[in-house]
């Protein structure tokens, strides 16, 4: 598979802005075609045939790789889905699938997951109005090509009532853990739910997270125009930055030695540890990311960290050792040597 | 509405539906009147129907013009449409439209004030569907030509460039 040689994703190869606290924003468009029944009720036929038109059109933009539905392994997928390149509907979903990636593996343009087309963008740090000029720019290119369903009333036709009007869904991923340990996370919840943004914790079921990773997203998409749902959830997620920073700033200044524990146990136990399992990688590694924050620890880049959180899940792993029938305890072994080998690397 | 009314006297409104057994044996719904049902023995006389029961009339007959809205190009009715969420083409919003109104004010409900802003505010095309649709049609038929010519059916070919042509002075029509 070509993703071998490719060894990280765009989002992860840089700390974009805010990044103590933002580790990635994206933006998704749905959009439909106007020529072919939707997915409840294309064939797999028709489902082939809209593959085809969209594959032709974005062949010629150039720049993208297609990957079509018979290199989709179990493996393969989950491998995807860990890079946010793919949404877990896509993973599920029994279409015929396409799906373009970049060479940077920022955009990705999923076919017949719910809508006939996904265009979406995904970058390091807080930088929605950036992403925004790039999927809108993409988005009016196809649009050129390809009859997309529209109406005046009710905007882009999508599957689904909820993502009518913009068919735009703009999303950021937070590290949180000043909230959580403060126990100050409901609140900044429900306050974003009361204005209409969705709060689920990454990794985990429902909005219970590992590594105390959450994502934030717009969720209505008609009656107000793209740049005003940017601009609100900006202003939401500006807020619930500092909210976070200022929650850490509490933690070290109250509970300086009890944090200070925390993240050098968790260097200790990431340092030396024979087995690893995901989630106590994830949660160790998000603990020692409080750690760099706060300048306890300078033994390890914010970088590295992303990076590992990144590899220590199973799929990654497996593919980035190029060893893809580990069993679950030859990956704990694995993945163990793996994080101390990077941890071992200072600021590589 | 018409369809409301007691299937029975057609007079008063249906408040349940009836399975009977017409003359070919063949069971049919019918819609009747409270007091076509109490005429009926089916309602003892003097007693009225409790809320629930008047309840589950009402939801049983929203429930059959559920499914008896019905799209014509794709033939998802509206009551698929709300069992599953999700629309079946392009077409359906033009065939439940006027239910669809209410629908989507539920579910895409913001802090928003007034009434008429559940629609849409942001970006539109700027093709036009139609040109768009032509577009795709010019494409599919280019293939078509191309694999025409490969096969020597230089017949069939000239009927596909007919048609290309066509399609082509449509658009350019379109574009004025």
Redesign the interface.
Known sequence: MRFNKILLPGFLREIGKEGDVCISSRIRFARNLENHLFLLKASPKEQEEVIEEIKEVVDKLGGFEFYPEKEFTELFLNFLLERHLISPDFVLSKNRRGLFVDKEEKVSIMINEEDHLRLQIIEAGFCLDEIFVKINELDDRLEKELPYAFSEKFGFLTACPTNLGTGMRASVMLHLPGLLLTNEIEKAIKAARSIGFLVRGIYGEGTKTIGSYFQISNQFTIGMKEEEIIESTKNLVTEIINYERKARDYLLKNLKKEIEDRVWRAYGILTNARLLSSEEAINLLSTLRLGVCLEIIDKVSLLTINILTLLVKRANLMFYLRKKDLTEEERDYERALLVKKFLKRKNE | MEENLCQICHKNIAVMTITEVDEKGNKIEVAICEECAKKKGILESGKTLNLDEILKIMLKAKEKEDKELICP????SFYEFKK???????DC?KAF?EK?IP??KR??????EKED???????????G?K???L???I?KLKGELERAIKEEDYERAAKIRDMIKEKENELRKNEI
């Open positions: 190009r794709c033939l998802l599953y969420g999700k629309f079946g083409c392009s919003f439209e669809l629908f989507i579910i895409q409900t913001t802090l928003r802003e559940i629609f849409h505010k942001g970006k539109k095309i700027t093709i569907i040109r768009g649709l577009l795709s049609e494409k």
